[in-house]
């Protein structure tokens, strides 16, 4: 079961987090490594805070989301270019794209 999220004060609009979330993009750099357990850990807490946010109406508008296995490419895409992001800032890049003209 995915770690839940714990957010206690910081910097404005990002929170401090336990659990997979928080976890450095460093675990998540190539489709092998979301495989290993803090991959793993790191997929399933990003697939439960997608569900959560499309289904709570605050995520509504996102990018496409192309499957589980989808979804893992894109996670490992943004780590490669942000090592020093944490797993949740790739799962809330799906919620940050250019608006259509």
């Known amino acids: 079961m995915a770690s839940l999220l714990a957010v ?13 979330g928080a976890l450095s993009c460093r675990n998540l750099t190539t489709l092998a490594a979301s495989r290993t357990p803090k991959g793993r850990d790191a997929v ?3 697939l439960g ?7 709570s109406g605050t995520g509504a508008d996102h990018r496409a989301f192309h499957g589980p296995d989808g979804i ?5 895409e943004y780590c490669r270019s942000h090592f ?10 799906f919620f940050r794209f250019p608006a259509a003209p």
Not at 49 to 55: A, K, W
Not at 72 to 76: K, P, S
């Open 84 to 93: 020093d992001a944490q797993v949740a800032d790739a799962a809330a890049s």
């Open 72 to 76: 893992v490419v894109d996670l490992v």
């Open 8 to 20: 206690s004060g910081g910097a404005a609009g990002k929170g401090r987090l336990s659990g997979a």
């Open 44 to 46: 399933q807490w990003s």
């Open 49 to 55: 805070y997608l569900t959560g946010r499309v289904e």
